[in-house]
């Protein structure tokens, strides 16, 4: 079964979702029906090495089912969504060429909305800058950070929570490099995704039993042995600082590693962070536009035929010429 669009676009498939909705089951099945490839949007299966905690697709399943920007960079390395817009655009086209159907699969929306609408264009990184707010932030707080946007720029400190310190710090470092607030780019045009037709497929399972997958799946990572994959990374010569370890798993064992929680302790705080990790990216996937919504996980099989038929019903994708 190839699916595509009447219209001259090529069609393209995203889903979204919270974490532990089964969106990476789901697309599976999809690319083995519909002739597909799987495209990354999680803004840590992008680094080498960090695997359980990223929930990252098994090797067999990658070699099942092409996918694309997985384990791409190393943990050092800097990588924005505007990067990931450039590379994921590249592999599009060139799954295009292939005639096959590029399936976005991830959990970091403003990845996803990077590859799709387009980014402002703002300044670039003054690393001088960032490294004086990441030290202002130790000092006094990430807290301080977000009441300095306040003052500054109260639009961009309205979209971005007061423990934020990664958008902070850009939202700031925007305003300090060039006296105009973050909120003011964003009203400046974007440049969106040309040439595909977007369908776009959400997964919402019932609360509580996605809170139960979501303890159960963080319980699983520490038990296949969470703590020595990041120390092996530790091995490997990477720091603590380096953004993956500042994600939710390896935040945690990052504790543990310090003598700050024990692993008991970490479990524990890992499953109420990813908790409610996943009710931010379900407020985020609600904003996005034209998005068909499912209920019930990616891995049961009468929601990954609903999902089938939906698709064949719209009458938009009937094969790719």
């Known amino acids: 079964m190839k699916l595509s669009c009447e219209t001259p676009s090529h069609p393209l498939l995203a889903l979204v979702g919270p974490t532990a909705s089964g969106k990476t089951a789901l697309a599976m099945v999809l690319a083995k029906k519909l002739d597909g490839e799987i495209v990354n949007y999680d803004s840590i299966q992008v680094f080498r090495y960090f695997d359980l905690g990223s929930a990252k697709p098994s090797k067999e399943e990658r070699d099942r089912i092409p996918h694309h920007l997985i384990d791409v960079l190393e943990p050092n390395e800097t990588f924005t969504a505007g990067d990931f817009a450039r590379r994921a655009r590249e592999v599009l086209e060139e799954i295009r060429q292939r005639r096959r159907l590029p399936i976005l699969v991830g959990g970091t929306g403003l990845y996803l909305r990077a590859l799709l609408d387009g980014l402002f264009e703002g300044p670039r990184r003054d690393e001088q800058i960032r490294e004086r707010l990441r030290a202002l932030a130790r000092r006094k707080g990430v807290p301080h950070l977000h009441r300095l946007l306040n003052r500054w720029d109260p639009a961009s400190a309205s979209r971005i929570e007061p423990q934020d310190g990664h958008r902070l710090i850009r939202a700031l470092e925007i305003f300090l490099s060039s ?13 969106s995704l040309q040439g595909f037709s977007i369908m776009k497929i959400g997964l919402n399972p019932p609360r509580k039993e996605l809170y139960t997958r979501i303890n159960e799946r963080v319980g699983e990572m520490f038990d296949r042995g ?3 994959e990041a120390k092996a990374i530790l091995d490997r010569g990477v720091d603590l600082s380096a953004k993956p370890f500042h ?6 064992v990052a504790k543990v590693l310090l003598g700050e929680l024990s692993q008991t302790a970490a479990v524990a705080e890992a499953q109420l962070a990813t908790r409610r990790y996943a009710k931010r990216q379900l407020t985020w996937f609600r904003k996005e536009s034209g998005v068909a919504w499912f209920v019930g996980f990616g891995g049961d099989r009468a929601v990954q035929q609903e999902v089938l038929n939906y698709l064949e019903f719209t009458k938009c994708w009937r094969g790719l010429r």
Do not use: I, T, V, W
């Open 179 to 191: 006296r105009k607030p973050q909120s003011e780019y964003f009203l400046r045009p974007r440049q």
């Open 226 to 228: 969470l703590l020595a």
């Open 247 to 252: 994600s939710l798993g390896y935040k945690q």
